[in-house]
C-alpha cells in the first residue's frame, strides 16, 4: 500500500480542523482538485487541493463528477429522454457528502460516525437512484436493511485489531499517522486475492498493466476508464481499484496493445471487460475496445463479448436515460449483428428487490429487445444481504420471468471485510440446493456455490458419506490447470470452512492444489 494513498476526505478534514476526536465532529469537507485518481472517494496527498465548500451532493465542478484519463472524461451522465422518465443526471454520493443523504433520509443521522470512519478504509460511494429507490428507509432498524448493508460501510467490518487501531488514530488527531494506519490496515486485508497481480498476469511476458489471462479461452481487460463504479459494493472483491494507489490498480490505458496480445492467442475466445465498471464508460471511450470488432474478419477466434457491470443496480439509467443510451445501444447491437459476436450482459443482481423498480425493467427491456444481447445473473452469497435460500428462489424466478440468465452463486472471496460478510461452505450449498429445488428448470442453469480462487472456480457440490466420513463433494468448474475442469474431488466436511485453503484431504487422499493454491498434476484418468 503506498503511504501517499489516503482517503481525499480525511486529508482536507485534517488540513482544516474539521477532524477532532468528539463522537460527532468528523465532518468531511467536500474538495476541488487538479486531479483524482477515483472519481468518489480517494486521491493521492501528493494532489493539490484548490478549493474547499460545505458538504452537498457533488455538482458538476467537484472531482467526484468524473474522471480525467488522457484528457477526456470518461464517466456518463445523464440527460432527458424520450423516454418518459424524468430528466436524471447521474451524480455520485460522496462520503463527505453523505451529510446530504442524512438530511433527506434521517434515518442515517444515528450512523454517520460509524459510516465515515468506515470508509477511511473501504471505498464509498452510493448513486441517487440506489439510495432514494432501494435502500428500505423504513425498515426498523435500517442498518439491516440488505440494501444498506451492500453500500454504507460499518465499522463492524473490520476485525476488533483492526477496528481498535483506527480509532485511536483518529482520536489521536495526528494525519500522519492516520494516514499510516489506514495504509497498514489495507495492506492486511489482501488487497488482491487469488494471485490477481502475480499468477493472472498475460502469458508470454506482455506488459498489460489491465489484462489478466488466468484461464486459457478468456482474458480479462479492465479498460482505465473503467476503474470506478456508479457506486461501491461494501464486499468488492476489487476495492483496491478505487483506493488511488497505482501499485495496487489494474488499467488498460489503450486497446491497441491489448488488440496485439489478442492477435498473438488464437486460443482466446471470449473477452471480459470488467473494472470498476466499463457502463461508467463514455460510449465513445468503449468504443475503441469495441469498434474493431464490428469487423467478422478481425480477429474470428473472438467470439464472445462480456461485459460485466452493476449497472443495472446502481444506475440503469445508463442504458435508457443517460446521453450516450441510444449509441451505447447501437454499439452493442453492432458488434452482434456485424461482426457476428456474442455479446452477454453479465449483471451482478444481488437481490430480487434490484429487479422491481420500472428503471430497470425498461433497461432489461432496452438490452434485450434492442441491443440483442443475453443478460446473465451473478453474484456472491453475503450474510445479511442475501443468505437465505428465499432470497436465492425468488431472485432466480424474477429474472427468469425478465428473460435473464442465472449464471453464479459466488463466495465470498479472502479480502476485504470477508470474515464481516463470510457464509460457511456448509450453509451456502445447503442455501443453494434449497433454492435450485425449489425453482423451475430454467433456473438450474445457475453454478455454486463457486470459489473463485487461486487453482480455479471451485463449486461446492453436496455433502454426501465417503467411505464412512462425511465429506465435501467438490468439482473444478474452471482451473490453471484445464485437465481438472468437470473432475470430482473430496474434502473433510467442515462447518467452519469458508474457503479453500481451510479444507482438509480426507483420509488416504490429496487434495488437489499444493500449498502455494497451484493445481498439482493431474492422476491418471479413470475413464
Not at 463528477?65 to 456518463?76: D, F, H, M, T
Not at 499517522?177 to 488487497?191: F, H, Q, S, Y
Not at 486497446?255 to 464508460?281: C, N, Q, R, W
Not at 456472491?380 to 428462489?393: C, F, K, L, Y
Request: glycine share 6%; net charge negative.
Amino acid at each position: 500500500m503506498s503511504k501517499t494513498s489516503i482517503t481525499a476526505a480525511a486529508l482536507v478534514a485534517f488540513l482544516t480542523g474539521a477532524l477532532s476526536p468528539a463522537a460527532n465532529a468528523f465532518v468531511p469537507l467536500q474538495m476541488c482538485a487538479t486531479r483524482s485518481t477515483d472519481s468518489a472517494s480517494f486521491m493521492s496527498t501528493k494532489e493539490k487541493i484548490v478549493g474547499i465548500s460545505e458538504p452537498s451532493v457533488t455538482s458538476e465542478s467537484t472531482v467526484n463528477e468524473a474522471v480525467a484519463l488522457g484528457g477526456e472524461n470518461s464517466i456518463v451522465d445523464t440527460d432527458l429522454s424520450a423516454m418518459g422518465q424524468p430528466n436524471e443526471r447521474y451524480k455520485a454520493i460522496s462520503l463527505w457528502a453523505i451529510d446530504k443523504v442524512a438530511e433527506d433520509h434521517p434515518q442515517l443521522k444515528p450512523h454517520l460516525r460509524d459510516v465515515k470512519l468506515a470508509g477511511l478504509v473501504f471505498p464509498f460511494k452510493a448513486s441517487p437512484y440506489y439510495v432514494d429507490e432501494l435502500v428500505d428507509w423504513e425498515a426498523d432498524d435500517v442498518t439491516q436493511d440488505p440494501f444498506y448493508k451492500l453500500v454504507f460501510p460499518t465499522l463492524d467490518m473490520l476485525i476488533d485489531e483492526h477496528r481498535e487501531k483506527l480509532e485511536a488514530a483518529h482520536e489521536a488527531g495526528d494525519p500522519s499517522n492516520l494516514i499510516k494506519v489506514v495504509g497498514e490496515i489495507r495492506a492486511d486485508l489482501n488487497p488482491h486475492p487469488a494471485g490477481q497481480k502475480t499468477l493472472n498476469a498475460p502469458k508470454d511476458g506482455d506488459d498489460l498493466n489491465g489484462v489478466q489471462h488466468k484461464y486459457s479461452e478468456t482474458v480479462l481487460v479492465f479498460p482505465a476508464a473503467a476503474q470506478t463504479c456508479h457506486a461501491y459494493c461494501t464486499y468488492c472483491f476489487r476495492w483496491a481499484q478505487f483506493i488511488g494507489d497505482d501499485e495496487l490498480r489494474f488499467a488498460q490505458k489503450e486497446a491497441t496493445s491489448l488488440f496485439d496480445y489478442l492477435s498473438k492467442h488464437e486460443e482466446v475466445s471470449d473477452i471480459l471487460m470488467t473494472g470498476g465498471d466499463p457502463m461508467i464508460m463514455r460510449t465513445k471511450s468503449l468504443a475503441q475496445y469495441l469498434e474493431p470488432l464490428l469487423d467478422p474478419d478481425y480477429l474470428p477466434h473472438i467470439k464472445n463479448l462480456r461485459i460485466g457491470t452493476r449497472s443495472l443496480s446502481f444506475w440503469p439509467q445508463r442504458f435508457t436515460t443517460d446521453k450516450d443510451a441510444d449509441e451505447l445501444i447501437t454499439l452493442l447491437r453492432r458488434v452482434r449483428d456485424e461482426g457476428k459476436r456474442h455479446v452477454a450482459v453479465m449483471a451482478h443482481l444481488s437481490h430480487e428487490r434490484e429487479l422491481s423498480t420500472d428503471k430497470v425493467q425498461a433497461a432489461i427491456k432496452r438490452i434485450q429487445e434492442e441491443a440483442c444481447a443475453t443478460i446473465r445473473s451473478q453474484s456472491p452469497i453475503m450474510r445479511g444481504i442475501n443468505d437465505s435460500a428465499e432470497v436465492w428462489a425468488n431472485k432466480w424466478r424474477k429474472e427468469a420471468n425478465l428473460g435473464i440468465i442465472p449464471y453464479y452463486m459466488f463466495l465470498a472471496r479472502d479480502t476485504g471485510a470477508q470474515e464481516y460478510f463470510n457464509v460457511p461452505l456448509v450453509k451456502a450449498q445447503r442455501f443453494y440446493a434449497d433454492a435450485i429445488r425449489n425453482t423451475s428448470g430454467l433456473i438450474r442453469t445457475a453454478r455454486g456455490p463457486s470459489m473463485s480462487c487461486t487453482p480455479g472456480k471451485v463449486e461446492v457440490t453436496g455433502v454426501e458419506d465417503i467411505m464412512g466420513q462425511k465429506a465435501f463433494i467438490l468439482r473444478f468448474l474452471q482451473c490453471r490447470d484445464e485437465k481438472w475442469i468437470g473432475r470430482v474431488f473430496f474434502a473433510k466436511y467442515d462447518e467452519k470452512a469458508y474457503w479453500f485453503d481451510d479444507l482438509e484431504p480426507l483420509d488416504g487422499m490429496e487434495l488437489p492444489w499444493d500449498e502455494d493454491g497451484l493445481p498439482k498434476p493431474v492422476p491418471d484418468a479413470l475413464y
